[in-house]
T-cell receptor, first 114, second 111 residues
């Protein structure tokens, strides 16, 4: 059983550019969540996808968008990058079954916006 | 979203037990208490969760107060590998399971 993987591991972009981050869920998981973690802080919930539909969203602007594919892999897209978008981006997969909502996190993608 | 309160930091010696407290006075009846930890340069890792009764697994034990307004994560014998930030999170069982992380408790383990 493979765990959650993310790509790339590191990325450098300039302000105003667009970025796509990728996540491969743990086998058998139908739900993926994305989090942003600024340096020295706890992760902040961005949004969650369940069966290819957005299932909930945190306090992030529309320029943060996502996709979930039929194989349950996922993408996080960020348009018009700002300096404050520099952070570690984490994805987590889970089973959407009451009592089994444990989330399994990937190692993250570290994004630096210059 | 119900909030949790944890100490900013704690210290322990290797092979000693560690008790990490968490207060959640506004917990609702349908909130599960989850604990995750984040080792340096890694994503968060699930530790344990419970609803009302105390829980044990291979990593830790979770002691839940009778009124559910507080809980304690117990590491029975701390190792250097347990040095991490520990997050206590309330998860609503009736909807999508977003995790609302606070600042957590940074645990240092000394040899």
């Amino acid at each position: 059983e493979t765990g959650v993987t993310q790509s790339p591991t590191h990325l450098i972009k300039t302000r105003g550019q667009q970025v796509t981050l990728r996540c491969s869920s743990q086998s058998g998981h139908n739900t993926v969540s994305w989090y942003q973690q600024a340096l020295g802080q706890g992760p902040q919930f961005i949004f969650q996808y369940y069966r290819e539909e957005e299932n909930g969203r945190g306090n992030f602007p529309p320029r943060f968008s996502g996709l979930q594919f039929p194989n349950y892999s996922s993408e996080l897209n960020v348009n018009a990058l700002e300096l404050d978008d520099s952070a570690l981006y984490l994805c987590a997969s889970s089973l959407s079954v009451p009592g089994k909502e444990t989330q399994y996190f990937g190692p993250g993608t570290r994004l630096l916006v210059l | 979203d119900a909030k949790t309160t944890q100490p900013n930091s704690m210290e322990s010696n290797e092979e000693e037990p560690v008790h990490l407290p968490c207060n959640h006075s506004t917990i609702s009846g349908t909130d599960y208490i989850h604990w995750y930890r984040q080792l340096p340069s890694q994503g968060p890792e699930y530790v344990i969760h419970g609803l009302t009764s105390n829980v044990n697994n291979r990593m830790a034990s979770l002691a839940i107060a009778e009124d559910r307004k507080s809980s304690t994560l117990i590491l029975h014998r701390a190792t250097l590998r347990d040095a991490a930030v520990y997050y206590c999170i309330l998860v609503f069982s009736g909807g999508y399971n977003k995790l609302i992380f606070g600042a957590g408790t940074r645990l240092a383990v000394h040899p």
